[in-house]
Nanobody
């Protein structure tokens, strides 16, 4: 059974930082593309970042590029999202997903809430 379990969310002030983690199990993590996707209250899903399973290449949506960093530890089967210079527009529930926005998402975690507020 595939499981993706996110952690690390919370309340942070504007300009602050958080690191999200996603513990994976039930599939060969190292060879799978992984993504972070977020959803703000009352809005649709929004792709945030992607990391390629084969090459480790990464990509980001424009609004987070330079502030967020996606990474993976294949030995620990864990995906990360380091977020810095957070602003109120980053407030959302963040989901870890197996797959990509162009090939589709096969599995999702339950999400972790990130709230940026003073």
């Amino acid at each position: 059974e595939v499981q993706l379990v996110e952690s690390g969310g919370g309340l942070v002030q504007p300009g602050g930082s958080l690191r999200l983690s996603c513990a994976a199990s039930g599939f060969i993590f190292s060879s799978n593309d992984m993504s972070w996707v977020r959803q703000a209250a009352g809005k649709g899903l929004e792709w945030v970042s992607f990391i390629d399973g084969d090459t480790g290449d990464t990509s980001y949506r424009d609004s987070v590029r330079g502030r967020f960093t996606i990474s993976r530890d294949n030995a620990k089967k864990t995906l990360y999202l380091q977020m810095s210079s957070l602003n109120t527009e980053d407030t959302a529930r963040y989901y870890c997903a197996r797959g990509s926005s162009w090939s589709g998402y096969n599995d999702w975690g339950q999400g972790t809430q990130v709230t940026v507020s003073s």
